[in-house]
């Protein structure tokens, strides 16, 4: 049982008859009696009476209860007590939701979706030689490209590409009485905006895939959208690989062109020297020149012997030893007017010494002019080589087909977003307006 509280002061009051308790003077003079405390078991009204409850001080209600103990309790947050009660609830959810309802099964009209995926490929030739190692390296996913292409599917360029090709405003405009989910717009920019709403691009960063839903009004427009977006993202990844081919062989290309002039150069000025020189190869003919000079030697050499015979065995005027003379004596002017064609300049033709050393210097420009061209057409085809390996394609695994059956709009899920959403919208602005009301 709780302690009872303590008494609280009194005016000065006589004590009662046959009272019990313990009296004080006041200083005014007045007599203060104070009540014994009751024993355990003892009522409140016994302690307002005195212990006999006949008499003493009564002991006030304020007094006996605790500070704050007198304020009323909160009374517990009821919807009835918000303004206009049931009818805010049915203005603010139902009303909405079944607005809702109503367009979305009278006036909404059916969105046929057609579905497509592909990837963007580069190829790449492996370096094992088995089956095996060839066709795992035999293309890989660029995330790049894939980036770049699903960007691209969402631009502008694409909305204005696939536009001219089908009138992407009449494809959407979808029936007349629809004017949340049709295309009511005039300008460029709005057809783009409507776009992304009816394009949409799924990534896998990982994989490279690309997953695109195209909504159209009509299966047939679906399907065309669809065939359309695919020629359009292969057109431009073909782009693509054309403008890494042009990028990766310029500077070849331009060594080719200059080892082929330099080439061309050094064979003209060979050319005009054999024409200035009636001869197609000096060399050989030096050779041969070299080997008609040995033989008049050797007939020199035989002549001179047979003249020495005879002038051993016969007179002087044998005519046969005047014979070999004259033999020996044209001998030697024929091998001196050959050695003078190697050695000494004549005025009617150039000496074989300087015509052999031009004739080398532009043998071997002409040899390191074809030297340089054959590495540059290596170098040309290494890099052609090398674009093609990059050569970039798309992949398609999944071709658009008819839709045969309408996929939207989700007319379920979307009226319990929208009842959900007035629900919330309802209950926050109470919350807020009894919050305000608790206050005031």
Known sequence: MPAPPPPSRAAPQPAAPGGSGRALRSPRGGILRFPELPPQGATDEGIAGGADGTGGPAIPEAAAAPSGAGRAARPAIHWRRLPAGPVSLVLAVLLPVALSAWYLWARAADQYVAHAGFSVRQEEAGTRPDLAAALAGLSRASSSDTDI????????????????RLGLAALWAGAAEDP???????????????????????????????????????????????EAVLEESAEIINTLSDTARARATPHALAERAAAEERLLAAQEALARARAEARLRDPSADAGARAALLAGLEVQLTEALVAADLLRATTRESDPRLAQEERRITVLRARIEDERA??????????????????????????????????????????????????????AVHERPALPERAEAPRRVLMLAAVAVA???????????????????
């Open 422 to 440: 007035c629900f919330l919208l309802w209950a926050v602005a109470a919350l807020v307006w009894l919050s305000i009301r608790d206050r005031a």
């Open 149 to 164: 292409l699903r960007a691209f599917i969402r631009s502008r360029e694409m909305v204005a590409r696939v536009d001219a």
């Open 180 to 226: 949340v989910f049709a295309f009511r717009g005039t300008a460029r920019g709005d057809l783009a905006q409507y776009g992304r709403r009816m394009v949409h691009v799924s990534h896998d960063p990982g994989a490279g895939l690309i997953v695109l839903r195209l909504h159209a009004f009509t299966p047939e427009d679906a399907l065309a959208l669809a």
């Open 341 to 394: 064609r190697f050695g000494v300049a004549r005025p009617e033709a150039e000496d074989y010494a300087t015509l052999l050393a031009r004739f080398e210097r532009l043998e071997l420009a002409r040899d390191v002019a074809e030297e340089a061209w054959r590495a540059a057409l290596l170098a040309q085809e290494a890099a052609q080589a090398e674009a093609r390996r990059q050569t970039r394609h798309l």
